[in-house]
């Protein structure tokens, strides 16, 4: 048979288990909301960056536009005007691989925030339905063990 102060530790690590249970239910979902919140700075960081290249492409290709036109008017000594539509090309390419590059990390990073958002939803759904079993049942267990401590004495 278990002696009072078994029952009493026993009764006290239950209790200790109840309290982490509700204490995680309840700081679970705030910590998955400032989650979400950082992440949605972050995508905005994200958005701000690929609107950044967006702009950096359209100047390229401003840029790139004008060389070819003074190209196209050119009549003698090209040479400076042809290396500049050359050097405006690589421009283009460069920032069309930057833009690209960045939608694309804005795609990721919206897809992982919607997956996280869903997941978060799934669990605190399932922490809501099972948490309050949880916290009965230990409770429930305690108070067995408080009678039983009580029967001992």
Do not use: W, Y
């Not at 460069?94 to 590059?101: L, V």
């Amino acid at each position: 048979m278990i002696n009072d102060e078994g029952v009493q530790a026993a009764r006290a690590t239950v209790d200790a288990i109840a309290d982490s249970v509700g204490s995680f239910a309840r700081r679970s979902e705030q910590v998955g909301t400032q989650a979400v919140l950082g992440a949605r700075q972050f995508e905005d960081h994200v958005g701000d960056e690929h609107r950044r290249r967006v702009d950096e492409l359209k100047r390229a290709k401003a840029t790139r536009d004008s060389a070819a036109t003074a190209l196209r008017s050119c009549t003698e000594n090209c040479g400076g005007l042809e290396r500049a539509l050359a050097q405006a090309e690589l421009a283009v390419e460069t920032a069309t691989r930057r833009a690209d590059a960045s939608a694309k990390a804005l795609a990721q990073v919206g897809e992982a925030i919607a997956t996280f958002v869903l997941a978060h939803r799934s669990f605190i759904t399932v922490l809501g339905q099972h948490a309050p079993q949880a916290l009965a049942s230990t409770r429930q267990l305690s108070n067995e063990l408080g009678a039983a401590d009580f029967r001992n004495s």
